[in-house]
């Protein structure tokens, strides 16, 4: 019952605007509990107007002590038999059209009734459960989308697809079928408990002594099923985290032969999921077997009991068919324990998704962006990563208008002085100011709308083209989009494609060549039209000719604009109009290009290096 708790007040927010069908689905639901009472009770009432007049009278039940609910109950039942006797048959009396009709139609209507109301109930939680958990999906991708970097360098792609998919899938499974079950279930048993007692309430009552043999491994096989699949949930999070990795370093695995090295991890991965899956399975259908094994026992008992006492056949007959009946949704309740704890696994991993906070928070107050006006700064900056310091106590003035080259060895902090400036990480001291004011206090979308980003690793979306060149400015038109093309120089490839502009370029654009890619880039920026433009190692990853080809679009796009250039090509920085050189945390060298090179420092070494000569 906890967990079953837990789960309900989890989606609980998600439930209230489907509130109407849940009330349907729920009133149905009822309706088709009682259904199971009324059918065993028109079973009983059929099969005594069956019994030949002059059959012998069974001996009587023993009677319950006079009560109001035992006066009330057979009050009820002589006015409703007073109303029917008309519709229905009985035994050596000659049949007329009325007694015909409700011969034909009674259990017709009945089944009619109970069938209806279970695929209505059914229906409505079922259509309310898809949209809940659709809704509980989008929630949680949508605070995915809000969480800061240092959450997605912590966490595993297949961990977050495994939470979005198979953890709600989970709940999914649970709330479609088990609310329903929820509510049927315990009313039919109510229902049909209610209907032995009126008709032997001794032996309605000794059939309970079994019911906690049914209780027992309900509970037991509950707890394995948690645990397994906890580790099945863990075991698909590893194979699909391989998968990813497979698919996405693919040219790496062909390269060096590992093909059959990852096959068999994804193999072994797979036995366990299978093994873990089988755990769940067998916890899950035992339980039936054994419910049903208990409830035979019951049935023998009866037996013995209308033998030994001489009861009718209409008797065995009803407790025989009101036995299967009670123990029917126990059955079924059973499996549904089972159910609810895999769904609990989901729920805390779903929980725990929505419960994780960004790092990077904008403050309540956050003034708006609305241009760029005087220039960046970097005041006393120091970041690590974890316990690795990368920049200390780094100053630096960019007046706007400024082309500023980032120079320095790996692992120096040219990418952490960009991340910086897009606000992914904030500072362990020190200020990062835009316009004189500190990024933290400024709203963040206003100011990474003023910046543009081209870096060396290209993201394109399985989209057209034009979609994916439009995705630098909202509601960008066709004609900015090919604008855009043409300053890239990327106008005369992108009609050369099959569909022109309106070509899918598939996933992570597998379609084109790095230079179109990198060409693709600049165009989403040149459609930003940011007066901010950053660079990140924009040309590093291409031949020859395509960094011509890409570094005369670049030099469009840095026309009239503020331009850091993160390069490991010192050739791409003679356009700029000053340069740092990082090393240690700091700013070691600063000067022109040529001023650089003249002083015999470290980017004398450098450039030097790359064959750059004074």
């Not at 497979?246 to 390269?255: D, H, L, T, W, Y």
Request: aromatic content about 8%; proline content about 4%; some cysteine.
């Amino acid at each position: 019952m906890h967990k079953l708790r837990q789960i309900f007040a989890f989606v609980a927010p998600y439930l209230k605007p489907y509130g109407g069908r849940i009330v349907a689905g729920i009133f149905f639901g009822i309706l088709f509990g009682a259904s199971n009472g009324l059918v065993l009770w028109a079973t009983k009432t059929m099969l005594d107007r069956l019994v030949p007049p002059d059959t012998p009278a069974a001996p009587p039940a023993a009677e319950a002590p006079d009560n109001w609910f035992s006066e009330t109950a057979a009050s009820i039942q002589s006015d409703l038999l007073g109303a029917l006797d008309p519709w229905l048959p009985r035994m050596g009396d000659e049949l007329t059209l009325l007694q015909i009709i409700g011969g034909l139609l009674v259990f017709p209507l009945l089944v009619g009734f109970r069938g209806t109301s279970k695929f209505l109930g059914a229906y409505c939680l079922a259509w309310a459960s898809e949209r809940v958990v659709n809704d509980l999906r989008v929630a949680v991708f949508q605070n995915l989308s809000r969480l800061s970097m240092p959450f997605f360098n912590r966490a595993t792609t297949g961990d977050l697809i495994t939470r979005i998919n198979g953890d709600a899938l989970l709940l999914q499974t649970c709330l479609a079928s088990g609310v329903s079950i929820l509510v049927s279930e315990p009313v039919a048993i109510v229902c049909i408990f209610t209907g032995l007692c009126l008709i032997d309430w001794q032996l309605t009552l000794s059939m309970l002594a079994l019911f906690p043999v049914c209780i027992i491994p309900i509970i037991y096989f509950g707890k394995k099923a948690r645990v397994a699949t906890g580790k099945r949930v863990a075991a698909n999070i590893d194979q699909s985290s391989l998968a990813v990795e497979m698919f996405s370093g693919m040219r790496v695995i062909k390269a060096f032969g590992l093909e059959n090295t990852r096959v068999d991890r994804f193999r072994e991965l797979s036995q366990q999921l299978i093994r873990q899956t089988m755990k769940t399975v067998r916890s899950r259908e035992i339980v039936g077997p054994l419910v049903e094994t208990v409830s035979m026992i019951g049935i023998g008992a009866l037996i013995l009991y209308v033998v030994y006492t001489a009861r009718s056949m209409p008797d065995l007959v009803v407790f025989f068919t009101g036995v299967i009946m009670f123990y029917t949704p126990i059955r079924k309740l059973a499996r549904l324990h089972v159910s609810i704890e895999e769904a609990g696994i989901g729920a805390q991993r779903l929980m725990h998704i929505l419960d994780e906070k960004p790092d990077i928070l904008e403050h309540p107050e956050a003034r708006p962006v609305t241009g760029f006006e005087q220039g960046i700064e970097f005041d006393g900056v120091s970041f690590a990563y974890e316990d690795e310091p990368v920049l200390t106590g780094l100053s630096l003035s960019i007046p706007k208008g400024t082309k500023l080259g980032i120079i320095g060895e790996s692992g120096s902090g040219k990418s952490t002085l960009i991340n910086l400036l897009f606000r992914f990480h904030d500072p362990d001291s020190g200020t990062v100011r835009l316009d004189g004011h500190d990024l933290r206090d400024l709203g963040i979308k206003g100011f990474r709308g003023q910046m543009a980003l081209v870096s060396q690793e290209v993201v394109l979306f399985d989209l057209t083209v034009a979609e994916n060149i439009a995705l630098g400015q909202a509601d960008c038109t066709r004609e900015q989009v090919e604008a855009a093309a043409r300053h890239a120089h990327a106008h005369e490839f992108i009609t050369a494609l099959p569909d022109g502009y309106d070509t899918r370029v598939g996933e992570r654009g597998v379609t084109l060549s790095g230079g179109q890619r990198q060409r693709l880039a600049i165009a989403r920026a040149f459609v930003r039209n940011a007066p901010i433009l950053v660079l990140d190692e924009a040309t590093a990853a291409l031949d020859s000719k395509a960094e011509g080809e890409v570094q005369a679009a670049i030099d469009r796009l840095s026309k009239n604009r503020t331009v850091l250039c993160v390069a490991h090509r010192l050739s791409t920085l003679r356009s700029m109009d000053r340069m740092i050189v990082l090393s240690q945390g700091g700013i070691v060298e600063e000067g022109g290009f040529d001023e650089l090179l003249a002083g015999g420092g470290v980017f004398f070494g450098l450039a030097k290096a790359q064959g750059i000569n004074a």
